[in-house]
T-cell receptor
Framework: AQTVTQSQPEMSVQEAETVTLSCTYDTSESDYYLFWYKQPPSRQMILVIR??????QNATENRFSVNFQKAAKSFSLKISDSQLGDAAMYFC??????????FGTGTRLTIIP | DAGVTQSPTHLIKTRGQQVTLRCSPK?????VSWYQQALGQGPQFIFQYYEEEERQRGNFPDRFSGHQFPNYSSELNVNALLLGDSALYLC???????????????FGPGTRLTVL
């Protein structure tokens, strides 16, 4: 079975500081994509960043970057210069076999002004 | 360019009834996936449609069925509603890759279904 674990149910960070959200997964697939989505109180699931498993270089999108360790099956998200608008539920969601998304249980991120 | 749209936004039904949810994919996308998100949990995959056929299905009973139309829009139908079907239903669209599999999935705003 393919599983996704987000071990931090809740995290908080001071505005302008850096925070890292962790995600580990288990799969026998060799070809897959990994995604981080955020879901603010408005419920809209918004893509934050994506990583192709075959790429060794870690993906970055402005203030968001990932630390992808394929052998360890770890995919963490780093948010730099945290802003109030970053407050949301963050989901790690690999796409094993590049088909359906398998979501973790989420990490609720609070930004402290 | 319109993103993924879903209707209705909210829906209240009683046990035993049937419901139909609708989704229009993002322009240029040909694949639609449906997810169920219970309160406080991560979304669970229901099924995926491509070329008007169900391509993959998650661990959901036959009460959950779907359809994809020639314009790529999709419907999710749930029969004999149970209290446990109360959830946020998310639709995601993506583009099929030539090498197989689907590209990045973009989500609609969801339909909140309440079963009384």
């Amino acid at each position: 079975a393919q599983t996704v674990t987000q071990s931090q149910p809740e995290m908080s960070v001071q505005e302008a500081e850096t925070v890292t959200l962790s995600c580990t997964y288990d799969t026998s697939e060799s070809d897959y994509y990994l995604f981080w989505y955020k879901q603010p109180p408005s419920r809209q699931m918004i893509l934050v960043i994506r990583q192709e498993a075959y790429k060794q270089q870690n993906a970055t999108e402005n203030r968001f970057s990932v630390n992808f360790q394929k052998a360890a099956k770890s995919f963490s998200l780093k948010i730099s210069d945290s802003q109030l608008g970053d407050a949301a539920m963050y989901f790690c969601a690999p796409s094993f076999g590049n088909e359906k998304l398998t979501f973790g249980t989420g990490t609720r991120l609070t930004i402290i002004p | 360019d319109a993103g993924v749209t879903q209707s209705p936004t909210h829906l209240i039904k009683t046990r035993g009834q049937q419901v139909t949810l609708r989704c229009s994919p993002k322009s240029g996308h040909d694949t639609v996936s449906w997810y169920q998100q219970a309160l406080g949990q991560g979304p669970q995959f229901i099924f995926q449609y491509y070329e008007e056929e169900e391509r993959q299905r998650g661990n959901f009973p036959d009460r959950f069925s779907g359809h994809q139309f020639p314009n790529y829009s999709s419907e999710l139908n749930v029969n004999a509603l149970l209290l446990g079907d109360s959830a946020l239903y998310l639709c995601a669209s993506s583009e099929r890759k030539l090498a197989g599999g689907t590209d990045t999935q973009y989500f609609g705003p969801g339909t909140r279904l309440t079963v009384l």
